[in-house]
């Protein structure tokens, strides 16, 4: 491995570890002390995962509260899109964008983006019954060439986060579990989101390749252009 490519592997896994953190910090707050019944999976892949995860989350749903308002839209579609509802997943982070249009916080940071195009993926998906593929080009497309050259490659580093870091995120979290018989309020949405990104990212990673060569060269032939 070259030195470059070890240094684009480090940054990818700081940068990880930085939005893990901004996860914990994003739900330490949260008003309900709640406490659910739950069976850690043995493993994060195991085809049991999913229904584990979605029950827990479908639970979760109507009992979930946070004071702070962008906390608990960004927290709930996230429980939406595990509890397999994505057009709602979709609607709240709208409602997310929304609230935050026009205010310091500005244009979304790049990890928010990839979780809007993964929600809108999601809704077209379910909404209009196209395969997953055909329908995260479409969100893809909807966002990713609008952005500044600097924002979009941002974008695609998340996309291109290796796996195996989400894997194994999962896969600790799950551990710390797995002895408890039970998860409290606030490990469950840091275990919804580490599922989340995990999900995501096995579901479009083969798909974002093609697609950044694609904005890449549109890039090009417009540099031409001017």
């Not at 659910?36 to 049991?48: E, H, I, Y």
């Not at 479908?58 to 509802?85: F, I, S």
């Not at 205010?103 to 195009?117: A, F």
């Not at 196209?130 to 500044?148: G, I, K, M, T």
Request: glycine letters at 4%; aromatic letters at 8%.
């Amino acid at each position: 491995m070259t030195r470059a490519g070890r240094s684009s592997q480090r940054e990818l896994a700081r940068g990880l570890l930085a939005f893990l953190l901004l996860v914990v910090l994003n739900i330490g707050q949260a008003q309900n002390a709640q406490e659910f019944a739950f069976a850690a999976p043995v493993r994060a892949s195991d085809p049991s995962t999913p229904k584990a995860l979605r029950d827990l989350a479908e639970r979760m749903l109507p009992v979930y509260e946070d004071k702070d308002t962008e906390r608990y839209l960004a927290n709930v579609a996230a429980l939406q899109l595990v509890a397999g509802n994505p057009v709602a997943a979709h609607d709240s982070r709208q409602t997310l964008r929304d609230r935050r249009r026009g205010t310091s916080l500005g244009q979304p940071r790049p990890r928010e983006l990839l979780y809007d195009i993964y929600a809108k993926a999601r809704a077209i998906e379910t909404h209009d019954r196209v395969p997953f593929e055909q329908a995260f080009r479409q969100a893809y497309e909807d966002v990713v060439p609008a952005l500044s050259d600097r924002d979009a490659h941002a974008v695609v580093t998340w996309f291109e986060t290796p796996l195996v870091a989400h894997e194994g995120a999962l896969q600790r979290s799950l551990d710390r579990l797995r002895a408890k018989g039970s998860i409290q309020t606030t490990e469950a949405v840091e275990l919804i989101w580490a599922y989340l990104a995990y999900d995501a990212h096995r579901s479009f990673r083969p798909l974002v390749q093609a697609l950044e060569k694609e904005d890449d060269q549109q890039r090009c032939l417009h540099e031409d252009d001017v």
